[in-house]
């Protein structure tokens, strides 16, 4: 899975292309707005690479050099750079947790994470609803014929 860090607002909101797209190419990043994704290539070779999906901007497993690039395009946004347990970054050496990380950093990891992560645990729980609502009618149905037969 690796770790990620994810361009936060405060107070929480989905981040749009457009602005995305503004204020990376202000920072010499290159946007591709089919893929919806930033990238820094200085001298032809891919350094930073930031995507977009559902209203949320992450980098993968980024080094210095990416994160570095990361938390000056998540200021330039007026934006965090945080990473998966809720560090705040100011600078590659200087974190903290913001104020609004706090609870969610109390949270179980399930219930902390990302929208879409949410979106799929709720799918995963249907799911396993459904298959033991299966159960429970086949239980009931030999139940039933067990019974009449018992008669």
């Not at 990376?24 to 999906?53: F, H, I, M, N, T």
């Not at 330039?76 to 347990?85: I, P, S, T, W, Y």
């Not at 706090?102 to 298959?131: G, V, Y």
Request: glycine fraction near 6%.
């Amino acid at each position: 899975m690796g770790y990620h860090v994810e361009l936060v607002a405060s107070p929480s909101r989905p981040i749009g292309w457009a602005e995305l797209a503004l204020a990376g190419e202000a920072l010499g990043w290159d946007a591709d707005e089919k893929e919806q994704e930033l990238r820094l290539e200085p001298e032809g070779k891919l350094v930073a690479r930031v995507v977009l999906s559902d209203g949320e901007a992450w980098i993968k497993t980024p080094d210095d050099v990416a994160l570095t690039a990361v938390i000056a395009l998540a200021e330039k946004m007026g934006l965090r750079a945080r990473g998966d347990e809720f560090e705040s970054y100011r600078s590659l050496n200087e974190w903290y947790i913001h104020p609004d990380d706090e609870m969610l950093r109390a949270r179980p990891p399930t219930l902390a994470a990302s929208p879409s992560a949410q979106r799929l645990l709720r799918q995963r729980q249907m799911i396993n609803f459904a298959k033991l609502a299966v159960l429970v009618v086949m239980f009931l149905g030999f139940a039933i014929k067990a019974w009449k037969e018992f008669q």
